[in-house]
Nanobody, 121 residues
Framework: EVQLVESGGGLVQPGGSLRLSCAASGFTFSDNGISWVRQAPGAGLEWLSGINSAGGYTNYADSVKGRFTISRDNAKNIVFLQMNSLKSEDTAVYYC??????????????WGKGTLVTVSA
């Protein structure tokens, strides 16, 4: 059974940092691209960042470029999202998403349950 379990969310002040983790199991982790997607209160889904299976290619939405960094450890089946310079508009539920191939150009087929990030003074 494919499982994606996010952790690391919480309350942080504006300008602060958080690191989200996504622990994966139930599939060959190094064969799949992974993305992070968020949903702010009352808003739709927003793709944030993706990393290919080997970790050599990453891409970012303009809204987080320069502030967020995605990485992965294929030995430990974990993907990270380092989030710096957080803003109130970053408040959202953050989801880890598996792609059904090596690249983040492949479709998304499994989602985690999400972790809540709240940016507030």
């Amino acid at each position: 059974e494919v499982q994606l379990v996010e952790s690391g969310g919480g309350l942080v002040q504006p300008g602060g940092s958080l690191r989200l983790s996504c622990a994966a199991s139930g599939f060959t982790f190094s064969d799949n691209g992974i993305s992070w997607v968020r949903q702010a209160p009352g808003a739709g889904l927003e793709w944030l960042s993706g990393i290919n299976s080997a970790g050599g290619y990453t891409n970012y939405a303009d809204s987080v470029k320069g502030r967020f960094t995605i990485s992965r450890d294929n030995a430990k089946n974990i993907v990270f999202l380092q989030m710096n310079s957080l803003k109130s508009e970053d408040t959202a539920v953050y989801y880890c998403v598996k792609h059904d191939g090596l690249s983040t150009q492949n479709g998304m087929d499994y989602w985690g349950k999400g972790t809540l990030v709240t940016v507030s003074a």
